[in-house]
């Protein structure tokens, strides 16, 4: 039979928070984090600089700043990787410059940008799949 009875599992959150710059996106995440965790161990993969920093005396966390030539798919990966099994919860503050990036590469290619975003959407698809599968808490 391949109905089976739904019975609930524990999932770990994963949420986007969308807004325009200075509407408190960091701060906010910052304080559903703390929520979400308890108190635990949280950590931010910082693509502006170190800016979430600017929270250290509110808030106990970690950061890893993700300077500009690391600021592609494989960079993020490699940085949330290297977070997982360090802390409870973790907080990607910024994916945008992974997505211009991929634009960036689409724009120097040769050919049509149909067949170039074919070509790039394999690279889309693994960081959209790492999201999914990631196995703390993300926002």
Do not use: H
Request: aromatic share 10%.
């Amino acid at each position: 039979m391949s109905f089976q009875k739904a019975t609930r599992e524990l999932r770990v959150p994963l949420l986007l928070i969308q807004a325009s710059s200075g509407s408190g996106k960091t701060y906010s995440s910052l304080c559903l984090m703390k929520g979400i965790t308890a108190g635990g161990k949280m950590a931010i993969i910082d693509t502006e600089n170190r800016r979430s920093a600017i929270y250290a005396n509110e808030f106990d966390f970690y950061i890893r700043n993700l300077a500009p030539n690391e600021q592609n798919i494989n960079g993020y990966i490699a940085a949330m990787e290297e977070a997982k099994d360090k802390v409870d919860g973790l907080i990607v503050d910024g994916i945008s410059p992974a997505w211009k990036d991929l634009l960036e590469k689409s724009n120097k290619m040769e050919g049509n940008s149909y067949q170039n975003w074919g070509k790039l959407t394999p690279l889309q698809d693994k960081f959209i799949s790492y999201i999914q599968n990631y196995p703390k808490p993300l926002i």
